[in-house]
């Protein structure tokens, strides 16, 4: 949950905040071409202004207010966006952990990213509809893959660096397909930008795979045995999931970083990734805060839609993880069966070897084939179980915790929300209204976020594509005996 | 505690007779193949029942011997007094030149007792159906090996009978006809440090005797197959055993499976609850053929070679006895040589010689008989089971296919 406070990266990240600047407004500006929305004009804030008044219903009386002051840059922030930055300014302010948004110039800088970026949902909240239809009709079109993880460099400084291939048809990207390499801390780098973008809105942001210290420190030390090399696996794996799960999300793919964590060759170090940064240790601090505030935040619960689905969230983490404990059980237990089996066939083989009837002696040596074979097979079921099964078990209870943090964030939100009536009824400025009027928006989003229409899917998909595992695997032993079985018969 | 309750079941459930013996039962019965072809005299165990600490097993004889009083008749017995029986063969110096069918080995039901009442005190912390799913599962497996331990005293019995020689011993014919209780009381401590000290001295002996170079390389042959052999089928059965045993593991690990996700279909009715269900179901359905399966495995597999471990341990006996004779005769050819030369006690030295001499020629002889029949038997079951192996797990494969495509079809319909 402290991903959502992560600042946008210091120092090296500014100029990339820049770049994002412009990228962002030529994106917004060519893709709403696209989209048709409105003719494009050359002063994206502004015409997005009026854009947002003529399509979308939410933030509308924000934004007209949008041209009133522009001096003050809070105050537009405040007005513009109304969903991002209250929580901005209060974060300075009343928050007990130390200030996380940091350097001035980039709050200036984000939160009129933010209000793009805020903005541009809006409008592609009417074609998002569009675009779960073409999800839906296949038609969008982006495949993402993970592959060949290549040690670089050597001793502790050392890391896995992993290829991103992209094939797409999407024509904000400027090839139909191409590859960089990227490593681990990109991932939680791009993660944790769109985290701190699009949390506060109340979109489900995909949850990036943990850290583990000791997995990459075997890697590191350069211990080449199978559990470094299985670590390294899952890792790939996990990662390909990740971005799999983040293109899915038709909002958070139009989003700059994404692209060009996809597209750049270069990219700027996420320092603040580690885990021994001072950003690690503030996120540290950050996530004791919010547990602490998580305790003392009591709401009542007046929106009734809100309390159940929490509820079944609850419901469903719990047995999620039953489950997954389960299906992990499963893994161990078949990967044991498969190492049994392997010495079985090597025992079967002596066997055959001493018996002194030939026909019996050639039957126990195919026996012993078959188990081995049926070794086989059993191992490679167990990395089905593990990789389909078990590991989107884990992906889900991952992104339950990221609904929770919507959730919490709600709660959060509310809390500002009892403050901004109280400051309105202390001071009833503007801002205060505004920012009462925008909390019902906010939840609309996080509604429509939390319609889990595309995760039904994607769990039916993979439950589906495992019990085709299965059946492959059931189909090869048939095939091993009914080899097996006339040799048994020919015992004369 | 759970143990006089399922005695209780168990005896409610064998009233049924002969119907609890399913065809696995005769399965291990065939394991010794053209026993049922006498009709001279048919032993088989028709009941069995469970106690606290003891199994009671009742066994029936079926004769047109003369020796009889009777053609058909049942007796009750203990797993002691099968003991008794076996130990009798094995000390009757008439029977030194054959092998002797290895004793059934002792009904273990501690581990499944151990399991039942965990779950008892477990009862709490679960669910209503995940209990009696538990509960199920573990009757179900008291109850298997409950079959297996009458199993293997039945095929004891029924190699006997089989046996031209064996059949015909006294107190095998007092074992199926008295049927007062044969007062055999289990060894007491110090009878069973006799018997240990006695096997002691026996492998001692045996390291010694087997250091003979045998004339006969029809005995050397087999004695150096036997000791392979043997060693082989321990570690197989053990890899077996272990094989079937995570087979079984994974099988459960399907019902916990399964019974998660039925939690999580009956969440409330929408789309992904109905396919929860249905998975659910598939998982539990696939559990229960895993498990056939396993339980098939032990059976035809473990099962046959942990017999054959017995068996072979027997005919090593053979040749262990064998030998000894062989030993005690080329003695006993020294001592007459002595005794000649000495020209004292060569009278004795003579008689003695003569006995050695015989007692060689009949073991010799009744062994290499009882050593070919053994390979006979062993190449004919090991046929007969892996065939049935094969079979069954085909039809077992067969049928998980069918299930899973099923499931397949009606899911992907769904969507």
Known sequence: ?492 | CAGPRLGAAMMEGLDDGPDFLSEEDRGLKAINVDLQSDAALQVDISDALSERDKVKFTVHTKSSLPNFKQNEFSVVRQHEEFIWLHDSFIENEDYAGYIIPPAPPRPDFDASREKLQKLGEGEGSMTKEEFTKMKQELEAEYLAIFKKTVAMHEVFLCRVAAHPILRKDLNFHVFLEYNQDLSVRGKNKKEKLEDFFKNMVKSADGVIVSGVKDVDDFFEHERTFLLEYHNRVKDASAKSDRMTRSHKSAADDYNRIGSSLYALGTQDSTDICKFFLKVSELFDKTRKIEARVSADEDLKLSDLLKYYLRESQAAKDLLYRRSRSLVDYENANKALDKARAKNKDVLQAETSQQLCCQKFEKISESAKQELIDFKTRRVAAFRKNLVELAELELKHAKGNLQLLQNCLAVLNGDT
């Open chain 1, 1 to 492: 949950m402290a991903a959502e406070r992560e600042p946008p990266p210091l120092g090296d990240g500014k100029p990339t905040d820049f770049e994002e600047l412009e990228d962002g407004e030529d994106l917004f500006t060519s893709t709403v071409s696209t989209l048709e929305s409105s003719p494009s004009s050359p002063d994206p804030a502004s015409f997005l202004a009026e854009d947002i008044s003529t399509n979308s219903n939410g933030p509308k009386p924000a934004e007209v207010a949008l041209d009133d002051d522009r001096e003050d840059l809070f105050a537009e922030a405040t007005e513009e966006v109304s969903l991002d930055s209250p929580e901005r300014e209060p974060i300075l302010s009343s928050e007990p952990s130390p200030a996380v948004t940091p350097v001035t110039p980039t709050t200036l800088i984000a939160p009129r990213i933010e209000s793009k970026s805020m903005s541009a949902p809006v409008i592609f909240d009417r074609s998002r509809d569009e675009i779960e239809e073409e999800a839906n009709g296949d038609v969008f079109d982006i495949e993402i893959g993970v592959s060949d993880p290549e040690k670089v460099g050597d001793g502790m400084n050392a890391y896995m660096a992993y290829r991103v291939t992209t094939k797409t048809s999407l024509s904000m990207f400027s090839k139909s397909e191409f590859s960089v390499k990227r490593r681990f801390s990109d991932f939680l780098g791009l993660h944790s930008k769109l985290a701190s973008k699009y949390l506060h809105v109340g979109y489900i942001v995909p949850p990036a795979p943990e850290k583990s210290i000791v997995g990459m420190t075997k890697v590191k030390v350069g211990k080449e045995d199978s559990s470094s090399t299985e670590f390294v696996e899952k890792r790939r794996a996990a990662l390909e999931r990740y971005l799999q799960r983040t293109v899915k999300h038709p909002t958070l793919l139009q989003d700059p970083d994404l692209r060009q964590f996809l597209e750049s060759s270069e990219l700027p170090r996420a320092v603040n990734t580690q885990a021994l940064s001072g950003a690690g240790i503030l996120r540290m601090v950050n996530k004791a805060a919010d547990a602490v505030n998580k305790m003392t935040i009591k709401m009542n619960e007046s929106d009734a839609w809100f309390e159940e689905k929490q509820q079944q969230f609850e419901n469903l983490d719990q047995q999620l993880r039953k489950l997954h404990a389960s299906v992990e059980a499963l893994v161990c237990h078949r990967k044991e069966l498969s190492a049994n089996t392997a010495a079985f066939a090597k025992s079967a083989a002596m066997l055959g070897n001493s018996e002194d009837h030939t026909a019996l002696s050639r039957a126990l040596s195919q026996l012993a084939e078959v188990e081995e074979k049926i070794d086989q097979l059993h191992q490679e079921q167990a990395f089905a179980d593990f990789y389909m099964f078990s590991e989107l078990l884990s992906d889900y209870i991952r992104l339950i915790a990221a609904v929770k943090g919507v959730f919490d964030h709600r709660v959060k939100c509310w809390q500002k929300w009892e403050d901004a009536q109280i400051t309105l009824l202390k001071k009833r400025e503007t801002e205060a209204k505004m920012m009462v009027a925008n909390k019902p928006d906010k939840i609309q989003q996080a509604k429509n976020e939390i319609r889990e229409k595309e995760r039904v899917k994607d769990f039916k998909t993979v439950i589906i594509k495992y019990l085709e595992s299965l059946v492959q695997t059931q189909q090869q032993l048939i095939k091993y005996w009914e080899a097996f079985l006339p040799e048994a018969k020919a015992i004369a």
